[in-house]
């Protein structure tokens, strides 16, 4: 088979791979579930109806994110679909990229490390969840991609854009940097006005707002301490994602196959980059006071780099010494379809299911007045739904903007008792966890629970 012909079965491959993923993860286009993503949606609804963020309402990260959000409700409104596809496309965009870097070794690496990739559980689950993680990754990747192909001011672009999509794609952007410092200094300078351009939004930030170091940089570090969860997330995450972290550990066994002069490894610049962004993240999640589950979906891709060329070099090194090798692959491979299938069969049942208690809600609040306060969860979805106003512009209303000290809840509550509002909290989750807001809550005259064993009851009351 010549050069064209293979280039185009490579391809058509990744495009399939590509459809296939999009398929399983298209029921959750329309998926309602209470979560951070609708704080995002209502701040772009904010946005685009001529709110700045940090100024009007308080937002603890970069600003892109939520500025294409309100791109997004400027041309269709609350379109959750729209709005869900974002994620969807993003994660699969970072597949491709994954791919076209890898075709530098084989276009079985490269397909290896989109698959690896895009089916890692965790990216399955959050790609329909507009956390901003997996624009993030895609800038990142893509910002690498660029960075590993020598075009270097489109580099330096991309991974401002991740900067400004979200802080923690700052290490491996780091590591570029230093990595270009020190080998070349004219590219770190290509690089660096490539770059510019996340510096210059934030000076145009701090410019608009005051608040805007606080929110973004400062809230980060006042956030008090918490029992350490950091384990628990790790062990789930290695439990979750095993297939990626496995093949990215076969990567120490192919150092040791090189050394016996066993196997060559190529191209080592993309392979030791990756292998050291992966390193330290990991270090950095570690240094965290609380992590979360879908940190991880920026570590994946580089752990995809060097998890794809590992198994891509030690199967064909087992299979050239032994054919029996090939049976056991045929086994593996099937356990590794049924473990997938598995995880998108979760999705679509469990995952994927509706959140029916907002219509109780809904229906609850529907002939009383007022404005809408309480959990950060579930305040700005059932605004969305309901078209309400979310009282003192409190979108984010986490336990943690109170208890790091940012915002005085004394001072909300006492704002909130001037006026008619509709409060809803989870009494063992959040907010509602607060000692003064617990004895706001049990002042409230009228009061409703809504039993919901999966993600806490909800209480709807009035002060």
């Known amino acids: 088979m010549n050069k064209d012909k293979t280039k185009f079965l490579f391809y058509f491959m990744i495009i399939g791979l590509l459809v296939f993923f999009f398929f399983i993860e298209s029921k959750g286009l329309n998926h309602v579930e209470p979560g951070d993503e609708h704080i995002y949606f209502y701040m772009g609804k904010m946005i685009s109806q001529g709110y700045v963020p940090y100024k009007d309402f308080f937002h603890a990260h970069p600003p892109l994110k939520v500025y294409i959000i309100a791109l997004v409700f400027k041309i269709f409104g609350f379109n959750l679909a729209i709005l869900k596809l974002i994620p969807l496309l993003c994660s699969m965009t970072t597949a491709f990229f994954l791919f076209r870097l890898m075709k530098r070794f084989n276009g079985i ?98 410019l608009l707002s005051s608040s805007y170091l606080t929110d973004v940089y400062l809230y980060h ?27 990215s550990f076969l990567f120490i066994i192919l150092l040791l196959i090189s050394i016996l002069k066993k196997i060559e490894i190529k191209s080592r610049k ?116 309901s078209n309400r106003d979310i009282a003192l512009n409190m979108i984010d209303s986490n336990d943690m903007v109170f208890n790091s000290g940012l915002i005085n809840l004394t001072e909300v509550l006492n704002k909130l008792k001037k006026e008619k509002n509709i409060i809803i909290v989870r009494p063992l989750r959040g907010i509602g966890l607060i000692e003064e807001m617990k004895s706001f809550v049990d002042d409230c005259t009228k009061k409703k629970n809504i039993k919901d064993s999966l993600r806490g009851d909800f209480l709807i009351c009035q002060p």
């Open 109 to 206: 690496t490269a397909l290896l490390s989109a698959f690896l990739f895009l089916f890692s559980f965790r990216v399955m689950l959050e790609s329909t969840y507009f956390m901003g993680i997996n624009l993030t990754a895609m800038f990142t990747v893509i910002g690498f991609y660029y960075f590993i192909s020598l075009r270097y001011y489109r580099s330096g672009f991309f991974l401002a854009m991740a900067g400004l999509s979200g802080l923690y794609s700052l290490i491996p952007i780091s590591v570029v940097f230093i990595y270009l410092l020190i080998k070349n200094r004219i590219s770190f300078l290509k690089l660096l006005a490539g770059f510019s351009v996340f510096f210059a939004v934030n000076i145009l930030f701090i």
């Open 221 to 247: 570090l006042l956030k008090p301490n918490v029992i350490s969860n950091k384990i628990d997330v790790f062990i789930g995450s290695l439990k979750e994602n095993w297939l990626i972290f496995f093949s």
């Open 270 to 385: 993309i392979l030791y980059l990756s292998g050291i962004i992966a390193v330290l993240y990991i270090v950095f999640l570690l240094s965290l006071n609380k992590i979360f589950n879908y940190y991880f979906v920026l570590l994946f891709p580089f752990l995809a780099v060097i998890g794809s060329y590992s198994l891509y070099k030690i199967i064909s090194y087992l299979i050239a010494k032994s054919k029996i090798i090939i049976i056991i692959l045929i086994l593996c491979s099937i356990f590794i379809v049924w473990n997938i299938s598995a995880d998108a069969f979760y999705l679509n049942r469990f995952d994927f299911d509706n959140f029916d208690n907002a219509d109780i809600i809904l229906n609850h609040i529907e002939t009383i007045d007022g404005m809408l306060f309480g959990d950060d969860s579930i305040i700005p979805l059932i605004a969305l739904m």
